[in-house]
């Protein structure tokens, strides 16, 4: 490429930066908002004033129209429907502008940090460009001079220290851009260094997460073996409860024993749902502890993410300094071959050439420097994809491990559900017994009054019995005193008479004394099933009270449990009323 084109594309340069600069904000506009949502907020948010009015207006006059036409009640329904749908239109509309204004922020700062970069580059090249013309020009009056004072040596001796000077100049210029590079370089190994550093500690973090999972998956199995056990005591404690509760009405005599059982058996069933509530409890932190250590593991390979892209990006400086790096070699070896082909011998050309070349080498030993660093970052970027691969693998256990999880809290809920519907299917058989029960007590009422009115009636007989007795003595003694006259047959009569009356009067005390004992009977065959009712009271309200209490934990089961202390009873606790002989 001859050397007017290469300064006409340089020339050129800096106004296709300014150009891009000032079109990466309207594209940036344009292809930012990347949902249909956004879209049409950035549609709303361009159209003027007249023509949202307009829009309103073409969406609710006919609302308004269809209102009026079918009544006034459907007219308040379509303008309450109309009110939802625009505030629930707002605060979408609010809800997807202030999400894409923080990343149109974000963004915007960092177009404007590349705009700023763009200048600074496009300053620099004009700069150069400034500085091109004028050794351009310098050049020309060189030439000129040269031609003009070939015949005198001591032209040749000025050009050749001016030549000297401006070799000295740009071996410092040399130098200086030497020194840039290295610094660079040097800030490079520094980045990389701290990269690897970080790498090392994420890849510590790793190990130690994994550690705690490894820990805490081994807790959570002991856990749940705990909880089957304590499942197991349950069952047991159930059933034995269940057999308790079956021969309560056989077993009416050893209703005490059985009232002691039933407290030890809800004394051992409150300390198993309470150690129930401290295992699931432990389960809950557990999972929570799983899921910031996927969130610490996710936020690890977004350092990693943007390891490597900093690591591209790094790539990218380092290829365009090498351009630049290439560019400057080749302009300056066209400078410095064009100065001095007409002015220098071939032996000063040959200085200069070795010169040169020494530069050249310089560079290029650089260059092979950079190449071995961009290796090494090569091999870095390989083992940060391996330890990407590897912590992907661990993803996927745990995923694996909560999937894992979910059955078995499932398998728990589902238990759980069909121990609710025991405890409602034996609920409504206690509810049977209790009717049954209910029924049998009114039925032995309605016999006590029976025989209650009973011995009523047999008193109101005897007391009759009496008055006849008596008055049967009286018209005895009478009839006799009238009738009979003789002391004999008076006598005989009389004896004859008491006879009979005292066997009638032992009779009817025989009567009395067998009415007696059967009210005795009655009496305390009353008071004995009114104690075996206070029994059967007793038993109900224990019952009553063991089932609360299991309902009470079956559904605080699904709830956290914010105060679980396996020696401490909780706040609701109430103990189980005591059976009394």
């Known amino acids: 490429m001859p050397r007017s084109e290469q300064l006409s594309q340089a020339q050129l340069f800096p106004g296709k930066i300014k150009t891009l600069t000032l079109k990466i904000p309207s594209l940036f506009q344009k292809n930012n908002a990347k949902e249909l949502v956004a879209r049409f907020i950035l549609f709303l948010e361009a159209r003027p004033l007249w023509q949202k009015i307009m829009g309103g207006l073409f969406f609710s006059l006919p609302m308004l129209i269809t209102g009026i036409v079918l009544s006034l009640t459907s007219l308040l329904v379509v303008g309450a429907c109309g009110l939802v749908f625009s505030s629930f239109a707002i605060a979408l509309f609010e809800y997807y502008k202030k ?41 020309l009056g060189d030439k000129t001079v040269a031609l003009a004072k070939l015949s005198t040596l001591n032209g040749e001796k000025q050009q050749l ?17 030497n020194e840039s590079l290295m610094g660079e370089n040097q800030a490079l190994r520094a980045v990389v260094a701290e990269k690897i550093r970080l790498l090392v500690r994420n890849d510590q973090r790793i190990a130690e997460l994994e550690r705690d999972l490894l820990a805490k998956f081994e807790e959570k199995t002991q856990l749940l073996l705990e909880l089957e056990k304590y499942k197991h005591l349950e069952l047991s404690l159930r059933e034995r409860i269940q057999t308790l509760v079956v021969d309560q009405g056989k077993q009416n005599e050893h209703a005490l024993q059985q009232g002691k059982q039933i407290e030890r058996c809800e004394r051992e ?29 996710q936020n690890l390979e977004g350092e990693l993410a943007k390891s490597v892209i900093e690591q591209e990006q790094l790539r990218l400086i380092i290829s365009e300094l090498q351009h630049q790096q290439g560019q400057l070699k080749s ?33 290029q030993k650089h260059n092979d420097l950079l190449v071995l660093q961009l290796e090494k970052l090569a091999q870095e970027n390989k083992l940060l994809m391996s330890t990407v691969a590897s912590l992907r693998q661990v993803e996927s256990e745990l995923q694996k491990a909560k999937s894992k999880l979910q059955e078995v809290i499932t398998g728990l809920q589902g238990q759980i559900k069909e ?29 006590v009054a029976d025989l209650a009115l009973v011995k ?18 009286n018209l005895v003694s009478n009839l006799s005193k009238a ?69 009470h934990s079956s559904l605080s089961f699904f709830a956290a449990p914010s105060e679980v202390d396996s020696g401490m009873k909780p706040q609701n606790y109430v103990p189980p009323p005591l059976l009394v002989s």
């Open 99 to 139: 999400q894409h204004t923080e990343d149109t922020q974000a963004q915007q700062q960092g177009i404007n940090l590349i705009n700023d970069e763009l200048s600074q580059l496009s300053d620099e090249l004009n700069s150069f460009s400034k500085e091109l013309d004028h050794y351009q020009s310098s050049a």
């Open 419 to 447: 121990q609710n519907t025991l405890l409602d299917s034996r609920k409504e058989q206690l509810e049977t017994a209790l009717a049954d029960y209910q029924r049998t007590k009114d039925q032995l009422d309605e016999t």
């Open 483 to 551: 009738a009979i006259k003789g002391e004999e047959n008076n006598s005989n009569f009389l004896t004859q008479l008491q006879d009979l009356l005292t066997k009638k009067e032992q009779g009817f005390q025989q009567i009395a004394a067998e009415a007696l004992g059967v009210n005795q009977r009655l009496t305390a065959i009353s008071q004995g099933f009114e104690e075996c009712v206070l029994r059967h009271k007793r038993l109900l309200q224990v019952q009553e009270h063991y089932l609360q209490q299991v309902a």
């Open 161 to 177: 220290e001016s030549s000297l000077s401006d070799l000295s100049g740009r071996n410092k210029v040399l130098t200086q851009i």
């Open 456 to 473: 009523q009636g047999m008193i109101t007989e005897v007391d009759k019995v009496k008055q006849t007795q008596v008055i049967l003595t």
């Open 269 to 297: 069933l409150a300390s198993l749902l309470k150690q129930r509530r401290y295992l699931v409890f432990n389960i809950k932190t557990k999972e929570r502890d799983i899921a910031s250590l996927v969130l610490s593991k």
């Open 331 to 363: 302009r300056i070896k066209n400078l410095n071959l064009e100065l001095f082909e007409n002015y220098l011998s071939q032996e000063k050309k040959q200085l200069c050439i070795n010169s040169l070349l020494n530069a050249g080498s310089v560079l």
